[in-house]
């Protein structure tokens, strides 16, 4: 689902053909907004107010009509939602795991690193990151995923291919090819979250560091 939607509805329209109108447009989108602004803006112009509370109890009820609910975030995990929350402390009230999509592209480190950092800060731990390939890839495509897999202990990091969007945008594009789909079985599986903790990525790098002295 994604409760929270600013301008354009084309991603709410391809939501709904990949699930086959599963949810109803009010369970998928229970909050809509005109102007393309972050949430809490466009509430504000709309004359609205977006309650934690509520938007808690629009996702869990969504959650029970299906077997495994992939709830969309929106811009970054500091994004103010409503007065006094963002999308990274909605992430903690929901006790949920965690995908971390960043572009992979020149700047993707320092975004990627920042928002772990803004989630662990709230106690969220279990967390992977997802790099998506794009159409013309930089030269640090090549290695923001090992970079990231190296600063950060204890994470798994995936990368999905480049996929056209807009129209052609469908569920076959998504799952084409074995290996993406062999990717996404790894990607939505619950119990392989590992449990990202600072303390122990702090001990296994001086454990690194020891044996790299020895040798």
Do not use: W
Not at 4 to 29: H, K, V, W, Y
Not at 68 to 82: A, D, S, Y
Not at 93 to 102: M, P, Q, R
């Amino acid at each position: 689902m994604k409760p929270f939607c600013s301008g354009g509805t084309e991603d709410l329209e391809a939501f709904r053909r990949i699930q086959g109108n599963e949810l109803t447009p009010e369970m998928l989108n229970p909050f809509y907004f005109r102007e393309p602004l972050a949430p809490l803006i466009a509430a504000r112009m709309a004359r609205e107010k977006i309650q934690r509370k509520a938007v808690i109890r629009s996702i869990r009820m969504a959650q029970q009509r299906c077997e495994c609910l992939l709830v969309e975030g929106v811009g970054g995990v500091l994004v103010p939602i409503g007065d006094n929350f963002s999308v990274a402390d909605l992430v903690a009230s929901l006790k949920c795991e965690v995908l971390v999509v960043a572009r992979n592209e020149v700047g993707t480190l320092n975004h990627t690193f920042l928002t772990l950092e803004a989630l662990r800060h709230r106690g969220v731990r279990r967390v992977k990151v997802v790099l998506m390939e794009q159409s013309q890839p930089d030269f640090s495509s090549k290695t923001n995923l090992s970079v990231i897999g190296e600063t950060i202990v204890n994470i798994s990091v995936y990368s999905l291919p480049y996929i056209q969007g807009g129209e052609r945008f469908c569920a076959e594009e998504l799952t084409r090819c074995k290996k993406t789909k062999k990717t996404l079985a790894r990607i939505m599986r619950p119990d392989s979250f590992k449990s990202v903790d600072r303390t122990a990525a702090k001990a296994a790098k001086r454990k690194t560091a020891k044996r790299k002295v020895s040798r």
